[in-house]
């Protein structure tokens, strides 16, 4: 049995949160540039140049892209055939977010408590998610979510005879509601099926997919395409002054579901869309 | 529109007239951030007859919370927050003299109208650009509420903040005539 020890994923959490919140992915970097050239609106050019433009000052100065830093989400994949030693998991997964907002200057945006509001100063807690899995690997996502986006995100139960056009219509009215809030161009996660929670975090993890990546289903690319072609013919544009890049990605991610339901998330990326993954 | 207007805080009534939905304006001059736990915290002090943690005649709040100052530096990454969290707060403290707002996205329509009533004006900086616009920070002093962390209220001296008028004097916004235009269907 492999042993990972808790030490190991505190400094590799540390090192993600910073990378994050610091290094725009290469893959939302590049759409960007691009889209710079086929935006129509000229303002609209303007914001993409400027998102550019900072992207690229943050990843030679190692400074946060944006001053919202998130609420450090953690993706975990565990081999059934690793053993965690040194402590608790958790623990050490908190410990390495503590340290990673402080050495990385990030902005601490946790409060204790939800309704008595007190910040916690570290960032932590983390919101944790665990994959069980065959073999022994060791995977951990760092995925800071911010809450311009975040709150902008819905979820809605649907009847199964609403069927794909339900679908589609919730899609593009939560983002047509979300309008300038959530920082466009935006990244649109799509969670169908399973059961209210699970359709939540299938749209979470939909966020994760790289924005140049279609859909492995042939149908649901066709699905995803029309959904961005929708989504930007909304006309909201960069920074929500107008123009014709809303979004840069549809991502759609299924699970099977019951006889009576139709759960739908659609979780908002903003253009930053952060993430960093590593191994141990 | 007009773009590459400069501007200094506080901004007289004259100027602020003179501005239109889709201006591009430069922000020099002192703005304070505050956003929601502050706005809470200003409107429960003019609850209780007590004075304001700065003078808002003529004043210009951010809508924004930095991330910490690397050493040798004013502040970090500051780029604006949503401005509609503070929509139930806005009016209230634009009674109390507060002139300008720069944050980001669509306001209700109780700020609309209290920024016709009181000739202000709301300024939408470019969420996420943030990195840059801590650029156009020179200083930065926190002036109330420390035990907010990044929420407290910290005056800042900007120079050259680039910002577009969001919603002008006479209640025109940049968020519905802009996204008219590219809007293609539905």
Redesign the interface.
Known sequence: MREIRTEQITELVEKLCIDANCRLSDDIYSCLGKCCTTEKSPLGQKVLGTLVENARMARENFDPICQDTGMTVVFVTVGQDAHVTGGSLEDAINEGVRRGYEKGFLRKSVVKDPLDRVNTKDNTPAVIHYDIVPGDEFHITVAPKGFGSENMSQLKMLKPSQGLQGVKDFVIQTVSEAGANPCPPIIVGVGIGGTMEKSALLSKKALLLPVDQANPNPDLAKIEEELLQSINDLGIGPAGFGGSTTALAVHIVTYPTHIAGLPVSVNIGCHVTRHSEGHL | MEENIQLTTPLSEETIKKLKA?DMVYISGVVYTARD?AHKRMCELLDQGEPMPFDFTGAAIYY???????PGRSI????P??S?RMDLYAPRLMKEGLKVMIG???RNQEVIDAIVSTNGVYF?A???????M?QSVQSAEIVAFED????AVRRLVMENL?V?VAIDSQGRN??D??????????
């Open positions: 889709g736990a924004a919370g930095p991330c910490p100052a690397k970090g990454s500051v780029g927050t949503t509609g980001k996205g669509l939408a470019i969420g996420g650009a943030a990195a840059l801590g907010l962390g990044t929420e680039p577009i940049i968020y005539e802009g996204r008219k235009v590219y809007q293609q269907s539905l």
